[in-house]
Each structure stands twice: as structure tokens, then as C-alpha cells.
């Protein structure tokens, strides 16, 4: 058995050794993989993106990767390939194929058969003699020293390899796109990602009431504003206009301080000019307003109006943040 020391030292070579694979594709970024990106990216089709073995799991989470910023992707195993999936290759379809070795029988039975038909072929491969890397348009090099694997066998960084080659493509088709945070939540409508990038203020005032005293209100109707309200804190407003917020915490404060506390008026206790945000920015930034400025309450201005109030808890109960 392996003593605890052990383990950790197994462990620290596979990521030194990974991230030493990872540092050294820096100089695998050429003129192909310009092209690469820009063929893609001027494609009138789809990405088909191809694998076998540990090359097919890479190439599936590709895929999920590239559909969800913005370039439509279908996966293909090799050697479904063989078996009739061939027809899921369109006219103007590009193929993006990923094998260590670019040798094995089904990636040559894909590779000369989409050949025939004309698409065409970039390839993320580890050999740059290898039947793959060769009848590719376009090969991006993906050499690696050694496996992490101490037999130099189980695919680990030759894998690693190639997912950041694939995301590094990925990044720079949504760069060339200009591919902004709106599309980006065009395809991540559900869970804690699709509510950071839609849901705005303004959606989280619609249960909640809008309170308000003025600035000569009492330290009796100040508590009793926000006490009814039950959000922590009223706004002071005159003549129409935002002057100030007014926090439980600003009230225990008054207290501390003051031993004729109950005379205070609002204008008194205050604090002027909060922090505001606009009801359509983005409920996610009013959470980085809160949480850069230590509050837990954000006064929400339309049009320079004020038309509510809303609480961390709020987005905490959206699930906006965990």
C-alpha cells in the first residue's frame, strides 16, 4: 500500500506533468490554427467534431462546449462512422477530428470517406506523420512529451490537450463572433447561470412593497415602515426625489448614540447618497454591488425614480448565488 506521502507525490507529478503538457501548447498556437478558426467561422455549416476512445470524450464535451457559445456542433463517433453515421455529415459541414495517434483504422475509414465527399477536414492530433495529421486541410499539433500515466500508456495528457486546444478554439470563435453575455443567455435559459444572465431587478420588486418615509418622519414611523415592509430598510424621500436610506442597522445606531432617540427624524440618521442600481440591470450585478459594498439592502431607481427596494435574500432565494 501506498503511504499518504505517496499518494500526494503520485498526484503532484500528474499535474506538474499535465501543466507542463498544457504550457508547451502555447507554441502549438500557428498560422493553422488561425485558419482553423477563421474556416470554421465562415463556414455556412456545422462543426462535426470526431473521436474514438478517450478522443471521443473529449470531443463530446467539445461539442457541448461549442453549442453553447454559439457555434452549432454535432458529435460523431469514429466508429459509428463505419455503421451508417457518416449521414450525419452535411455539404458544408467542417469535420474536426481528434486522435493521439491519427493512425487507428476507424479515424483512417472517417477520414478517407469524408475525403470522398468533399468537407473540409481540421485535425487536433499528436503525430504530425500520422495518416490524420496529413490528409487534413488544416492539422493543429497537439504533440505531448509523455502520458501523466508512469507506463506512459493511459490517455491523460495527450487528453488534456486536446480539450484546451478545443476550448482555445471554442473562446476564439466566440471572440471572432463577437458573441456577447445577451446570446450567451439565449442558450443557458435554465439554472443559476441562465438567472445570472436574465433575470433583472425588476423582477425581483414585483412581491415587494416600496417603502418610503419622508425626511421630518418620526423614529415611531420610521419602525414602523420598515418593520411593515419587512425589508431592512426605507428610503427617505422629498419632493419626489431619493434623499437617503434608512437600515435597522442605522436605527440601532441611533439608539447607541442617542439617549433622546425617539425625537430623531429621519434626515437625522440617514445616510445620504446609497447605492442605487437601475430595475433593468441585471439582478446578478445588483448581488456584486452588495457584496463589493458589505450591504445587504440596494435602493432601485427607474429613470431616476425610486421604486423599491431589494435584498440579498431576494437573489439568494432565486438561486442566483449559492
Do not use: W
Not at 100 to 129: A, C, D, F, H, R
Not at 158 to 172: F, K, M, N, R, Y
Not at 239 to 260: F, H, P, V, W, Y
Amino acid at each position: 500500500m501506498k503511504s499518504s506521502i505517496e499518494i500526494k507525490k503520485i498526484a503532484k507529478k500528474v499535474v506538474e506533468i499535465e501543466l507542463e503538457t498544457i504550457s508547451q501548447l502555447v507554441d502549438n498556437i500557428d498560422d493553422d490554427f488561425v485558419k482553423a478558426v477563421q474556416l470554421i467561422a465562415n463556414s455556412n455549416g456545422r462543426l462535426i467534431v470526431a473521436g474514438i476512445g478517450k478522443s471521443a470524450n473529449i470531443s463530446q464535451k467539445l461539442v457541448a462546449t461549442f453549442n453553447s457559445t454559439g457555434q452549432p456542433a454535432v458529435f460523431l463517433h469514429a466508429s459509428d462512422a463505419i455503421h451508417g453515421d457518416l449521414g450525419v455529415i452535411q455539404k458544408d459541414d467542417i469535420v474536426l477530428c481528434l486522435s493521439k495517434s491519427g493512425n487507428t483504422p476507424e479515424i483512417k475509414y472517417l477520414v478517407s470517406n469524408v475525403k470522398v465527399m468533399g468537407n473540409v477536414i481540421i485535425s487536433i492530433s499528436s503525430n504530425k506523420s500520422a495518416f490524420l495529421s496529413l490528409q487534413s486541410d488544416v492539422n493543429i499539433d497537439c504533440t505531448i512529451l509523455k502520458e501523466a500515466c508512469p507506463h506512459d500508456l493511459a490517455p491523460t495528457s495527450s487528453t488534456t490537450a486536446q480539450l484546451v486546444l478545443g476550448d482555445a478554439l471554442a473562446i476564439c470563435l466566440l471572440e471572432y463572433r463577437g458573441f456577447s453575455k445577451d446570446d450567451f443567455a439565449k442558450y443557458h435559459p435554465g439554472g443559476m447561470l441562465g438567472k445570472r444572465l436574465s433575470l433583472k431587478v425588476s423582477d425581483l420588486l414585483i412581491n415587494n412593497n416600496v417603502p418610503f418615509v419622508k425626511a421630518e418622519a418620526s423614529f415611531k414611523e420610521i419602525i414602523i415602515e420598515i418593520s411593515k415592509n419587512r425589508m431592512g430598510a426605507t428610503a427617505v424621500i422629498e419632493n419626489e426625489k431619493l434623499k437617503g436610506i434608512i437600515t435597522d442597522g442605522d436605527l440601532r445606531r441611533a439608539i447607541e448614540k442617542n439617549s433622546d432617540f425617539i425625537n430623531t427624524r429621519a434626515f437625522e440618521i440617514m445616510s445620504a447618497n446609497p447605492k442605487v442600481i437601475n430595475s433593468d440591470n441585471l439582478a446578478y450585478d445588483a448581488f456584486i454591488i452588495m457584496k463589493q459594498s458589505n450591504i445587504t439592502q440596494l435602493v432601485v431607481l427607474n429613470n431616476k425614480n425610486y421604486v423599491g427596494i431589494v435584498h440579498m435574500h431576494d437573489i439568494i432565494k432565486e438561486g442566483i448565488v449559492k
